[in-house]
């Protein structure tokens, strides 16, 4: 936990800049899984909250799974406050550090995205808009003057005690294929590739837990060898890609299957043209049909 002051007054956060990788991760799947276990609360107070398990060991900050009156899923990072006031005495704030609200209707796209909106209390905050809003004007939350959070309406809140992302056997690959929802790491593994009919080769792809990849693509038909880059891009499902060639880079916007993580697609730039590119994942010598 980190103090913060200022020339106006005084706030008192657990801030993080190290929770976006495993935050990003945590994608409606693995919202939905905290309503699955877990019964919501109608208020949430700042002694409880901090109690709460942070998303990973390197942080703190308390995170929140709403389900917002509009039936849309929204993870946020909060931390709770005070700043000075007129009369010089401390009155409770609410820091949004990061919030993302993903759409019901479409998967993984989103309607509504921010970081470091101030709560004051007796306002509440609406996450399908990402707008503070009037007592009775559509909040999700409300933010009390005993520094509580509270659900608002049909809203359901939860707080999420520690990460809801399976942890990695020690020791051994996780399978992709094994259990529903995405993680970045499913992007790894050999691929065979086909670039608009005119590339076509094997890309052998490493991925870390926080969405940073690297590896290697082989072109069937020159042999050469190449090493690419990556990085995870909004969701788990979506990786951007670089192909270092000798005298250019080619980029990817590949699109992991969601169901059975067998295929991905998407867009591939060279030269300031785009094409269209498939890969299959290939298994124990195989290509995955």
């Not at 060639?245 to 990817?252: E, G, I, R, S, W």
Request: with cysteine.
């Amino acid at each position: 936990m980190r103090t913060l002051w200022t020339t106006i007054g005084f706030m008192l956060f657990a801030t993080t800049t190290q929770a976006a990788d495993i935050f990003d991760l945590h994608t409606t799947y693995w919202l939905q899984q905290v309503a699955k276990d877990n019964k919501p609360v109608t208020s949430l107070a700042m002694e409880q909250a901090v109690r709460l398990k942070g998303l990973d060991p390197t942080q703190s900050s308390p995170c929140l799974a709403i389900k917002t009156n509009d039936g849309n899923w929204t993870k946020a990072l909060v931390g709770f406050g005070f700043r000075r006031g007129p009369d010089d005495k401390p009155f409770p704030v609410l820091l949004i550090e990061r919030y993302v609200t993903y759409r019901a209707d479409r998967d993984g796209a989103t309607s509504a995205n921010g970081q470091d909106v101030i709560l004051f209390a007796g306002f509440s905050f609406n996450f399908d808009i990402g707008q503070v809003v009037p007592e009775g004007q559509g909040g999700d939350i409300r933010f009390t003057a005993k520094s509580e959070i509270q659900a608002v309406d049909n809203a359901q809140l939860y707080g999420m005690n520690g990460s809801q992302l399976p942890a990695p056997e020690v020791g051994s690959k996780p399978d992709p294929r094994n259990r529903a929802g995405v993680l970045a790491t499913d992007f790894a593994g050999t691929w065979k590739i086909n670039a608009d009919g005119r590339w076509q080769g094997e890309l052998r792809l490493n991925v870390e837990n926080n969405g940073r990849s690297h590896g290697t693509y082989t072109s069937d038909e020159s042999k050469s060898r190449y090493d690419v880059t990556g990085r995870m891009s909004g969701s788990p499902h979506h990786m951007k890609l670089q192909l270092h060639l000798d005298n250019a880079t080619q980029t990817f916007d590949a699109f992991l299957w969601t169901k059975d993580k067998s295929a991905m697609a998407g867009t591939t730039v060279l030269a300031e043209r785009t094409f269209g590119f498939f890969a299959t994942r290939v298994i124990e010598g195989k290509t995955r049909p």
